[in-house]
């Protein structure tokens, strides 16, 4: 049986639960232009996704929320 250590110091058991499988951000960036030919650009600052003749672009001021602004235009697209 695992056990692990909480902040508090004091171990316990982890709770049973199913597991659960996601896709990491560049997998899915990956799929979408391979299967789909959508294309996402994210920085710092702005975020675009192109597929044919759909331009979406949008500022940002986080990367991650960019890019998940991205992902969730460009799965609309699909």
């Not at 058991?13 to 899915?28: D, G, H, I, K, L």
């Not at 990956?30 to 294309?39: P, Q, T, V």
């Not at 759909?54 to 697209?77: M, N, Q, T």
């Amino acid at each position: 049986m695992r056990r692990i250590l909480h902040l508090s110091g004091k171990p316990s058991t982890p709770p049973e639960c199913n597991s659960c499988e996601a896709p990491m951000y560049q997998q899915v960036v990956d799929w979408l232009r391979e299967e789909h030919n959508i294309w996402i650009w994210v920085s710092t600052i702005a975020w675009y996704v192109k597929r044919d003749r759909a331009d979406i672009s949008s500022y940002c001021d986080d990367y991650y929320k960019g890019l998940r602004d991205a992902i969730a235009e460009a799965l609309k697209l699909i």
